[in-house]
Every structure is written in structure tokens, then in C-alpha cells.
């Protein structure tokens, strides 16, 4: 398998906030998603890979070179959305188009137009007066129009409806079918994920909290329910985060077979969604 | 580097029919002027439409999408400066076409067609007030430089007064007496040459600081 995004050990400080030496490595063919809270270092780890802020430490190696030195050569073959539309408002969707296409060595005119036909994009409308989902549509456009191998996203989907968060999953799904791409997407929106995500990266605070494989994920954790009596006799260490209510507890496991063994029918487990993954882990210290 | 000249043409295209007209109020109301109109309307104009550019990229917050594209960070530094020379070169054209237009249907106003003394002139003011607010926009962005160009405009009016005062109580001093005696005895084509090598010089400097800043800058 071949590596297009590694990342080891970066690091990036900031007056409230730092990234405390993170991995990641995504395959090609692959779409990682990238979950966590508001303010995890979503944002700042992906403004880091595109170079528009610099690292303190650690390594960025994207198609096995490195994201500062190979800037331009990289940006050729990755292609973005962002969470907010960064196109300048006062073009039209086609002076927008003839500003950025010659940027791209390997731009391809019918890409685009079958994109923009796809999603009845209208060329000669002015980007402010397009509506948000719209937007979303006009930049993933772009990034689909010059060959892109990897394509990062920084929540695409939030303050979108639900009808163009599937559209769009829909397309990457499409997208990925070609086994040279590989996507990084960043959103808060597990369920954009649970669809679509091959791995999950999340990240808390700074650190990267998980990393694995979401079907091995969604398969071996368990969301176990027990009463108020068990509480007392758990051993924690099994643990990730412990709920506890009125008539009993509730709590993430990562291994539900081992649970069910230890516990047996003093518990009953479900599937947790990727949504309790996340919120288990990020609470962490304040429930156990 | 040049579509992104063009960028900034086509996001301000109704700051240029605003500055059609206002050459046209400038061409009127300047008439007392004399060949001094055409440096003011061009510092005026060339001053707003880089300025309503560099807004235009604050309010997009299209830092992210420049840098996010295969685009040297020196190429859109560039990119803005020489646009302030299509900008003159645009200015001067109207100007021009402007001279011949009230000259031919005969209307009763002065004109002062362009000569070379005039359009140096105006590069030279143009110039010297991009040279110095681009580096503070690549550095501090817009916000912070409509704060430093309000001083800039106090210290540059302020400035060029105490600068004739001076001349005029130092005009024996040798160097005030050198200068005003190489504009008295050379051509207009070597004052012309001497005053171009200067603004080069002056811009490229400026540029180089604009660059070294904006290449250290996060967004």
C-alpha cells in the first residue's frame, strides 16, 4: 500500500492551545475521518498540512515528500474544501473558475463542466449569491477539476442540510472508487463519517485520543447499560468513560465480548454510534 | 501572477466606472491646478482601487484560498504590486483619452496633456505610498494597515511641508544646493532616468520586505 499523507510527531504551540506531537498516516484509496470537539486542533492540523501555518516540530510528508519544501508540487494534486467558502464573492462561478484553473498544470475544462452540470451550478451567478450549499458544491468543483490525488476537508458539511450532506457523501464514495485518492475529513458530524470513513482519527485537546479502523471500531466497542449496584464493583480500567444516572450507569467498553465475559448478564450492551465513541473519549477524565 | 491582476480588475468593477467619474470630477475641479491634476488624480485613484483590492481580500478571507492553491507566496505578493501599474497605466490612458475627448468637442475647460515630467510625477507619488502601506498590509493585513495609513497621510502631508520649509532655510547647505542644482542643470530625459532607477530601486526593496514578511505570516 502506498502512503499519500504521513504525519509524525507535530507539534505546534499556541498562547491557549498546542498540538502535542500527532500521527497520522492515510493510504491511498482510503477515507480518513477526522472527529473531534470544537477547538480539538482540527483546523490548526489541517492548516499545518497545507502550509498556512508553520509547524514547531515534527514531520509532514505528503506523496512521500515534504509539505514545505515540495509546496507547490504537492498543491498540484491536492485538492480542498473548506468549512467556509474562501471564493471571492463578488465573481461569477466562471471568472472564479478562469482565475484559478491556469494555477493547475493538469486543470481538466471537462471535469469541471460535468461537475458544475451535476450539481446545476449557475456559471454566470455571482458567488454571494449563491446559497451555502451551493458553495460547498462550487469548491468541491474545484477540487475535483485538476486530478487531485488526495483531497482535504475541513467540515465540508457543517451548516449544511441533510439532503447536500448526502449528495456530498455520496460523491466522495463515487470519488474513492478510484483507488489512487485517498480523502482526509474533518468534521464534527460523526454520522457524515459512520457512511463513509474507512479509519477514524480523533482528536482531543491536541492529542490524537484513537486511531483505527471503523468497522474493527463499530464491531468491538460496546455501550453497556448496567443498575446502580454494579457501579460499585466495576473494575474502571475496562472502561473509557462512565455515565451515571438515576437508575444506574451507563458506559463505553472497547472490547464487548470481554465485557459481556467479566459482567455477564448483570449488563446489557448495544452498538455505540460513532457519536458516543467520541463523546466517551473526549469526556474521559471528568467520568472515571 | 497575471490572472491574479486580473482578479482584482474584475472584483472592482464598479470602483472603476466610480473612478471614470471621478477623473471626470477631478478633470473639473483640479482646473486651478495646472499640470499638478494629473499626480493628484492618479495618487488618488491608483491609492484607491489598491486598497479597495487589498479590502476585498480581507473581507473574502481569501489568504486561505491563495495560499491553499499551487501559488508562490512571492507570486501574490507580486501580483499586487504590479497591479498598481496596470492601475497607473489604466489612470493614464483615461486621462488621456479624456485631454483629447474635451479638446475635440470643444469644451470649456483647461486640459494639461500628458507630458513626461507629468507621468513621472505621478509614478513617483504612486509609488512612494505603495512602497511603504504593502509591507504593512503583507505584515499586519488591512485592518491594521487603514490604522497605519492614517498616520502615514498625516506624517506624508506634515512632511512635505516642513520639507519645503527646509529647503528653503538650508539653501546654502551643500547637499540641498547639489540637488537643487542637478535639477536645474541636467535634461528632463536624465532627471526622468535618475527619478526611474530611484523608484525601481525603492519598490523592488519594498517588495523584498513585503515578501520576507508575508512568508512568515499564518492564517
Given amino acids: ?288 | 501572477m497575471f490572472n491574479l491582476v486580473i482578479k482584482d480588475i474584475l472584483i472592482q468593477k464598479k470602483q472603476l466606472i466610480f473612478s471614470l467619474v471621478y477623473l471626470v470630477f477631478i478633470l473639473v475641479t483640479f482646473q486651478g491646478m495646472g499640470e499638478a491634476m494629473f499626480p493628484m488624480g492618479l495618487v488618488a485613484m491608483a491609492y484607491m482601487l489598491s486598497m479597495t483590492a487589498c479590502a476585498y481580500e480581507e473581507k473574502n478571507r481569501s489568504d486561505l484560498l491563495l495560499n491553499s492553491l499551487p501559488i508562490k507566496r512571492e507570486s501574490i505578493v507580486a501580483s499586487k504590486y504590479l497591479s498598481v501599474f496596470v492601475y497607473t497605466l489604466m489612470v493614464t490612458a483615461l486621462y488621456e483619452a479624456m485631454v483629447i475627448i474635451i479638446n475635440i468637442l470643444n469644451i470649456p475647460l483647461k486640459t494639461f496633456p500628458l507630458s513626461l515630467e507629468m507621468f513621472i510625477g505621478g509614478l513617483v507619488a504612486v509609488c512612494s505610498m505603495t512602497g511603504i502601506y504593502f509591507p504593512i498590509y503583507f505584515k499586519f493585513g488591512y485592518m491594521k494597515m487603514r490604522v497605519a495609513n492614517f498616520v502615514l497621510f498625516f506624517l506624508f502631508f506634515f512632511g512635505s511641508s516642513y520639507m519645503t520649509h527646509f529647503l528653503n532655510s538650508n539653501h546654502d547647505s551643500l547637499l540641498v544646493n547639489g540637488i537643487i542644482n542637478f535639477f536645474n542643470t541636467q535634461s528632463d530625459i536624465t532627471i526622468s532616468l535618475v527619478l526611474l532607477i530611484i523608484i525601481a530601486v525603492y519598490m523592488l526593496l519594498s517588495f523584498l520586505l513585503s515578501a520576507w514578511f508575508y512568508n512568515r505570516r499564518e492564517f
Fill in chain 1, 1 to 288: 500500500m502506498e502512503t499519500i499523507l504521513e504525519i509524525k510527531g507535530l507539534k505546534k504551540s499556541f498562547k491557549d492551545f498546542s498540538l502535542k506531537g500527532i500521527d497520522i498516516t492515510i493510504e491511498k484509496g482510503y477515507i480518513m475521518g477526522f472527529v473531534g470537539p470544537n477547538g480539538a486542533g482540527k483546523t490548526t492540523t489541517i492548516k499545518l498540512i497545507m502550509n498556512l501555518m508553520k509547524k514547531d516540530e515534527g514531520v509532514i510528508k505528503i506523496f512521500g515528500l515534504d509539505n514545505v519544501k515540495h509546496e507547490l508540487d504537492i498543491k498540484q494534486k491536492i485538492g480542498f474544501v473548506y468549512d467556509e467558502n474562501n471564493y471571492y464573492e463578488e465573481l461569477t462561478i466562471l471568472e472564479m473558475k478562469r482565475v484559478v484553473a491556469p494555477f493547475y498544470k493538469t486543470w481538466d475544462d471537462n471535469a469541471f463542466n460535468k461537475y458544475i452540470g451535476e450539481f446545476r451550478l449557475p456559471l454566470k451567478k455571482k458567488i454571494k449569491d449563491l446559497s451555502k450549499g451551493m458553495k460547498m458544491k462550487f469548491s468541491l468543483t474545484v477540487a475535483l477539476s485538476h486530478n487531485a490525488q488526495l483531497l482535504i476537508m475541513d467540515e465540508p458539511t457543517s451548516g449544511l442540510d441533510p439532503l447536500v450532506r448526502r449528495e456530498l457523501l455520496e460523491i466522495l464514495s463515487q470519488i474513492i472508487q478510484d483507488e489512487n485518492k485517498a480523502v482526509f475529513f474533518s468534521t464534527h458530524i460523526t454520522t457524515d463519517l459512520e457512511k463513509i470513513a474507512d479509519y477514524i482519527t480523533l482528536i482531543n485537546d491536541g492529542e490524537i485520543v484513537l486511531c483505527s479502523d471503523k468497522d474493527e471500531l463499530m464491531n468491538n466497542y460496546g455501550l453497556v447499560r448496567g443498575g446502580k449496584e454494579l457501579l460499585y464493583n466495576l473494575n474502571t480500567k475496562d472502561f473509557i468513560g462512565i455515565k451515571e444516572n438515576q437508575f444506574g450507569f451507563e458506559a463505553l467498553v472497547k472490547d464487548k465480548n470481554q465485557a459481556q465475559k467479566a459482567y455477564k448478564d448483570k449488563i446489557i450492551i448495544e452498538k455505540p454510534s460513532l457519536e458516543d465513541i467520541m463523546l466517551y473519549y473526549t469526556r474521559r477524565c471528568q467520568n472515571v
